[in-house]
Every structure is written in structure tokens, then in C-alpha cells.
């Protein structure tokens, strides 16, 4: 029997989770190997051989290693295309197409805001936040939800009628927002962002990460 995939890193990140639930999605048995980010391992030169960034997750599948969350996902859904839910990412290259544009606007337009947003009401300390900073991404937010409000009152999902990869890449950051922040009114006050948050957020793969979490 060929042995799982592995992942590094803490359940905790982001761009691990992102992983997380693609894997449980798919069906693909893996294995998480602890990083402690506050310990420092993701810099230590073992871990850098793997990530020369220094970041997690990384990932190991047979003799392939990978960084960058979205690359592994794609690269879980194409191997393990007839696993799990075979639709997460298209079934043709039309489907896919339109699912990597939702995937992109995640990683580059969606996720900017958001993640300066988690980052200075989770992380930095109460006294050194620049309110500024969090106003100016507040608003850029709003805006780019304001697009996602449109067209998720044109469709059930981004990327159309059916769950994919687009909707899932969107979990992780949002759920810190919604379920961590006072910014969670962006995504509430949305009646279709609304609608779509609360029917992503329950899916049971995402429940799984989220009860990892707690176990870690
Ligand atoms: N674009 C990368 C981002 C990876 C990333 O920013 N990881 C964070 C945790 S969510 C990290 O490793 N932070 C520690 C550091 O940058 O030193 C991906 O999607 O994999």
C-alpha cells in the first residue's frame, strides 16, 4: 500500500488548513507532521530543503515535494481525480477554467485584505495596531464583497451550482474573520455572502480541520 501524503505545519495556518480540507475532500489518507511555528522550526535548514521560503505548509507525495497551498490543492485534485468528490475541481477544462479564475481572485484580490485584516486584529498587539491600516483593508474588503454578493445571487457557488476548490480556498481566512474578529458583519450583513458562508462553513471536511484545531 502506497504511503500517505505528508503535510508540515500546524492545523492552525491558513495555508495548511487550505490543504486540510482539499485532502479530506478527496479522500486522500495523509499525515501531518508538526511544524512549531513558534519554535522556529520553519526556518531550521531540514525544513528549508522543502520550503526554501520557510513557510508552511510543504508537502510530500511519492517523489514529489510542493510548496504554496493553491499549487497542492490543484495538484491533489488532478492525482487523486477519481477520489473523493470528483467535481472539488472541474471535470473538464472549461469547469476548471472558471474555478481557478474564483482561485485567483482568492490568493490575490480576497485574500490581500483579509489576510492584513486577520493580521492586525489577531496578531499584533493591542497598543502598536494601525487602525489606519485596518480601516483602508475594511473597506477594500467590503468592496471586493460587494462583487461576490452579485454573483452569489447569480449561482449557489463561485464557480457556479456545485462546491468546488474556488469556495473552499476561501475557508480558512474567513473563518477567522467571521468566528475570531469583529469584522465578521462583512460576510453577515451579505445576504448572499451570508447564505454561501454559512453553507461552506458547515460542510463536515471544514468541521474536521476545525475539530484538528482544537486537538492540536
Ligand atoms: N502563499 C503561501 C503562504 C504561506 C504562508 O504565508 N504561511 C504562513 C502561515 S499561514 C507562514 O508560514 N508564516 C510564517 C512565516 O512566514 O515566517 C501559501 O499559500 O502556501
Known amino acids: 500500500m502506497a504511503s500517505p501524503v505528508k503535510v508540515y505545519g500546524p492545523p492552525m495556518s491558513t495555508a495548511v488548513s ?6 479530506i475532500e478527496k479522500d486522500v489518507p495523509f499525515e501531518l507532521v508538526p511544524i512549531d511555528l513558534s519554535k522556529g522550526e520553519h526556518k531550521n535548514p531540514e525544513y528549508l530543503k522543502i520550503q526554501p521560503f520557510g513557510q508552511v505548509p510543504a508537502f510530500q507525495d511519492e517523489s514529489i515535494t510542493l510548496f504554496e497551498s493553491r499549487a497542492i490543492c490543484r495538484y491533489i485534485c488532478d492525482k487523486y481525480a477519481e477520489k473523493g468528490n470528483k467535481d472539488l475541481y472541474g471535470t473538464d ?5 472558471n474555478i481557478d479564475q474564483w482561485v485567483e481572485t482568492d ?47 447569480e449561482s449557489r457557488f463561485l464557480a457556479g451550482d456545485e462546491f468546488s476548490f474556488a469556495d473552499l480556498s476561501h475557508l480558512p481566512n474567513g473563518e477567522y474573520l467571521v468566528n475570531a474578529t469583529d469584522k465578521g458583519h462583512l460576510f453577515t450583513s451579505r445576504k448572499n455572502v451570508n447564505r454561501w458562508w454559512n453553507e461552506i462553513s458547515n460542510r463536515e471536511s471544514w468541521k474536521k480541520v476545525l475539530e484538528m484545531r482544537k486537538n492540536a
Open 18 to 23: 487550505r490543504v486540510l480540507v482539499t485532502l
Open 93 to 97: 477544462f472549461l469547469s476548471k477554467a
Open 107 to 153: 490568493g490575490q484580490t480576497y485574500g490581500p485584505p483579509s489576510g492584513v485584516l486577520m493580521y492586525q486584529l489577531l496578531f499584533v498587539p493591542k497598543n502598536v495596531k494601525d487602525e489606519g491600516l485596518i480601516k483602508q483593508n475594511e473597506e477594500k474588503l467590503g468592496k471586493v464583497l460587494d462583487v461576490y454578493e452579485q454573483r452569489l445571487g
